[in-house]
């Protein structure tokens, strides 16, 4: 079945440094990548998306890039703060069946340092 | 405010109970989904709805069970709760069209004894 690979499993940085979660995507027909934050003990809030035909989208400290050709797309976190610690998910649509369902990531627990 | 309310937020029940989880939102989205989370792990759909009166199972096998019949009201049943069912459930829902963003609400968290 199609999949989302999603690494590192696990970062730390100290404040002030730049984060990069990677991930790639299995199905060629995926055409929307929306990344979500989810704090401890709370729910999945969507930070950032991008759709297939934009290869970078930005806002302010968090940008998300795309290759559609290598079916890899990355979150960026700039300027990191203590309060970016949280689970990040990556997710792709399962397009091409109409369902418009999300393959998730398996996610990222950012830790910054202070 | 627009949002997507889910009741319980915290249940404790013991084995064989039927327990029904609730979930409504108020953004005027078709399209309604369940995911069922342990804390901080990956999310695994397990139902999903396009509409009134349709529902479909997702990936992860589930024996749980859900209906749609209004369009702002998605709930989830389980008809004999055991200790394995214990995880946070998550209700979603998004509006039709592209992107069809998803929008999550604030959980369930179910311990079965």
């Known amino acids: 079945g199609e999949n989302v690979e999603q690494h590192p499993s696990t970062l730390s940085v100290q404040e002030g440094d730049s984060a990069v979660i990677k991930c790639t995507y299995s199905?060629?027909?995926?055409?929307?990548f929306p990344w979500y934050k989810q704090e401890l003990g709370k729910r999945p809030q969507l930070i950032i998306d991008?759709?297939?035909?934009?290869g970078e989208k930005k806002d302010q400290r968090i940008a998300v890039t795309l290759n559609k050709t290598a079916k890899h797309f990355s979150l960026h976190i700039t300027e990191t703060q203590p309060e970016d610690s949280a689970v990040y998910f990556c997710?792709?649509?399962?397009?091409?069946?109409?369902?418009?369902?999300?393959?998730f990531g398996t996610g990222t627990r950012l830790k910054v340092l202070a | 405010e627009a949002d997507i309310y889910q009741t319980p937020r915290y249940l404790v029940i013991g084995t064989g109970k039927k327990i029904t989880l609730e979930c409504s939102q108020t953004?005027?989205?078709?399209?309604m989904y369940w995911y069922q989370q342990d804390p901080g792990m990956e999310l695994h759909l397990i139902h999903y709805?396009?509409?009134?009166?349709?529902?479909e199972k997702g990936d992860l096998s589930s024996e749980s069970t859900v209906s749609r019949i209004r369009t702002e009201h998605f709930p989830l049943t389980l008809e004999s709760a055991r200790p394995s069912h214990t995880s946070q459930y998550l209700c979603?829902?998004?509006?039709?069209?592209?992107?069809?963003?998803?929008?999550f609400g604030p959980g369930t968290r179910l311990t079965v004894l």
């Open positions: 979603a829902s998004s509006r039709d069209g592209y992107p069809d963003t998803q929008y």
């Open positions: 199905d060629s027909a995926s055409n929307y």
């Open positions: 991008i759709r297939s035909n934009v």
């Open positions: 997710a792709a649509s399962l397009g091409g069946s109409g369902t418009y369902k999300y393959i």
């Open positions: 953004m005027g989205h078709d399209k």
């Open positions: 709805s396009y509409g009134v009166n349709s529902t």
